[in-house]
T-cell receptor, first 112, second 111 residues
Framework: GESVGLHLPTLSVQEGDNSIINCAYSNSASDYFIWYKQESGKGPQFIIDIRSNMDKRQGQRVTVLLNKTVKHLSLQIAATQPGDSAVYFCAENENSNYQLIWGAGTKLIIKP | DVKVTQSSRYLVKRTGEKVFLECVQDMDHENMFWYRQDPGLGLRLIYFSYDVKMKEKGDIPEGYSVSREKKERFSLILESASTNQTSMYLC??????????FGNGTRLTVT
């Protein structure tokens, strides 16, 4: 998701449905991508990562897809639960240097 | 499980005060980072350190300094706090090539 002024992009999903959070990354030379989840009042928490030699990676209830052609990254959360409510950040890195480039975040809201 | 502990959850300081934010990690990570997080601006890197006594500027180092005298501890210093430094400050640590682990943040208000 891209930043829109001071307002985070928001995704509302029905509990039990699948969520797809999108991220457009900026650097075509980036070779490592990572998703973080930030719950209210907490620091970002690592969810899943992927290297540029892969286009898909699965974790527990989460899948990250990487499309290098269009510089697009997505996070899919299966069977969304209330505990998935958070802000989700994508980040990219080039050549294992120390600096991550962070997206602005997407707020995921779960509807009961 | 990696634990990154920031000494204060909330701080209120006055303009011109010297402010110390402390961060300790317990996993022997080489790298430590200080970010600030502001609405609409995401996470911005202030400083990082890849070894004891080593430091590198991030994207927004102005008005800040850091200290890393021991591997587990990384301090952020605001030499003379200003109201535009009111923010959420996040500390993180990592091993080379591994994901960052964050603390729960310090919300600093400068009045």
């Amino acid at each position: 998701g891209e930043s829109v002024g001071l307002h985070l992009p928001t995704l509302s999903v029905q509990e039990g449905d699948n969520s797809i959070i999108n991220c457009a990354y900026s650097n075509s030379a980036s070779d490592y991508f990572i998703w973080y989840k930030q719950e209210s009042g907490k620091g970002p928490q690592f969810i899943i990562d992927i290297r540029s030699n892969m286009d898909k990676r699965q974790g527990q209830r989460v899948t990250v897809l990487l499309n290098k052609t269009v510089k697009h990254l997505s996070l899919q959360i299966a069977a969304t639960q209330p505990g998935d409510s958070a802000v989700y950040f994508c980040a990219e890195n080039e050549n294992s240097n120390y600096q991550l480039i962070w997206g602005a975040g997407t707020k995921l809201i779960i509807k009961p | 499980d990696v634990k990154v502990t920031q000494s204060s959850r909330y701080l209120v300081k006055r303009t011109g005060e010297k402010v110390f934010l402390e961060c300790v990690q317990d996993m022997d990570h080489e790298n430590m980072f200080w970010y600030r997080q502001d609405p609409g601006l995401g996470l911005r890197l202030i400083y990082f350190s890849y070894d004891v006594k080593m430091k590198e500027k991030g994207d927004i180092p102005e008005g800040y300094s850091v200290s890393r005298e021991k591997k587990e501890r990384f301090s952020l210093i605001l030499e003379s706090a200003s109201t535009n430094q009111t923010s959420m400050y996040l500390c993180a640590s990592s091993s080379q090539g591994r994901p960052l682990h964050f603390g729960n943040g310090t919300r600093l208000t400068v009045t």
